[in-house]
């Protein structure tokens, strides 16, 4: 049996890549902050040692972009000093440690898609403890995978598919950003993706290291996302909303974000052969999950 440690149990990330579909042979040991608070690096060390591990999945992050401002000791200790501690620890276990990052790293002020090696600028607290998580794992030594990824969302969790509906159910419109644009990511796409990625460090010595990107594919915005959420929910029997159009001047928040967030797969298909499918598509099974699947209303004449 080869055991896989996997962070953020009870994150949208850990939930989903409890439920992939792993290998008979793998078995996934997925732990919260009650098993291992990751602002404690000896914890961390004692937790790699404690068993011979397989491989790493550090699905943990502190993820509250908006309070990272205030609570930047917290947020650095979380995303940046807990993946150096993994990433040295994991090193001198021989086994490798597939840490997951943000779009958030970089300043969103390109045209197109940003490249895995396109320069990093991160706006605020939060994506700079990525981006030093990222660091720290890099000048480790430890082979690893980074996997960036955006705009994450699930049936499970706190994510903006369920702030629309719940806000929806009880406002008929809503304000939402149109000027920051990416590419959603399903859960459950991103743990297949890992799923793949990590199963291929453990088998081959030889299988692709460094950083990639992963999200759904297309672009969107945040108010183009909102309104086909309501679409999709309407289709069911869920909440819908109007969504007005406002740009980010309009909607102040503490943290700065990326006015494009869009996400190239090139190096993630190049090495892993992975193509993710579009993001309405998975977010309908998301909405089935949440609200049921969509109802299919039989036109029968009554007679
Ligand atoms: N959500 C998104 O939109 C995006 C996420 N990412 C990255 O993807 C990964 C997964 O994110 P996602 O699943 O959405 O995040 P969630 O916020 O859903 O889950 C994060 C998990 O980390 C845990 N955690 C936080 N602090 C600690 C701590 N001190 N000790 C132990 N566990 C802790 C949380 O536990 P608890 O709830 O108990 O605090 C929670 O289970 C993260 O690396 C994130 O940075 C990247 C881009 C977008
Ligand atoms: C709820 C709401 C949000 N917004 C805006 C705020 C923001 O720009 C955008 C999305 O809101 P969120 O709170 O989901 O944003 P945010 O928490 O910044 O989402 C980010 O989380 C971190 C962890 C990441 O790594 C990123 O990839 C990204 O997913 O929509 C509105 O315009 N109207 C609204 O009613
Ligand atoms: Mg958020």
Request: aromatic share 6%; hydrophobic share 45%.
């Amino acid at each position: 049996m080869r055991d896989v440690l996997v962070t953020g149990a009870g994150g949208q990330l850990g939930t989903e890549l409890r439920r992939a579909r792993w290998p008979e042979n793998v078995r996934i040991v997925a732990i919260d902050v009650s098993d291992l608070d990751l602002t404690d690096t000896d914890a961390i060390a004692a937790k790699i040692a404690e068993r011979e591990w397989a491989a790493v999945i550090n699905g943990a992050a502190y993820t509250a972009v908006d309070k990272a401002e205030s609570d930047l000791v917290t947020a650095w200790a979380v995303n940046a000093m807990a993946p150096a501690a993994f990433g040295k620890a994991c090193a001198k276990a021989g086994i490798p440690l597939v840490q997951v990052s943000t779009d958030y790293v970089f300043a969103g002020d390109k045209a197109g898609a940003w490249e895995v090696d396109d320069p990093v600028a991160p706006l605020g607290v939060y994506g700079a403890s990525k981006l030093g998580g990222e660091l720290a794992v890099r000048t480790s030594g430890v082979r690893h995978a980074i996997v960036r990824t955006a705009w994450v969302v699930s049936a499970h969790g706190a994510n903006f598919v369920k702030t629309m509906l719940r806000v929806g159910a009880t406002n008929p419109a809503l304000r939402v950003v149109a000027d920051q644009h990416g590419s959603p990511t399903s859960a459950t796409d991103l743990a297949d993706a890992l799923l793949t990625i990590t199963l291929r460090l453990i088998e081959d010595e030889q299988a692709p290291t460094g950083t990639f990107h992963f999200s759904n594919a297309g672009a969107t915005t945040w108010a183009d996302f909102a309104r086909e959420i309501f679409r999709q929910s309407a289709l069911r029997g869920g909440a819908s909303a109007e969504v007005e159009a406002i740009t980010t001047a309009d909607y102040p928040t503490p943290a700065q974000r990326p006015a494009n967030s869009l996400l190239s797969h090139r190096a993630i298909g190049d090495a892993y052969g992975i193509t993710p499918r579009d993001w309405d598509v998975a977010l309908s099974d998301i909405l089935d999950e949440l609200i049921g699947a969509s109802v299919v209303v039989a036109t029968e004449t009554q007679v």
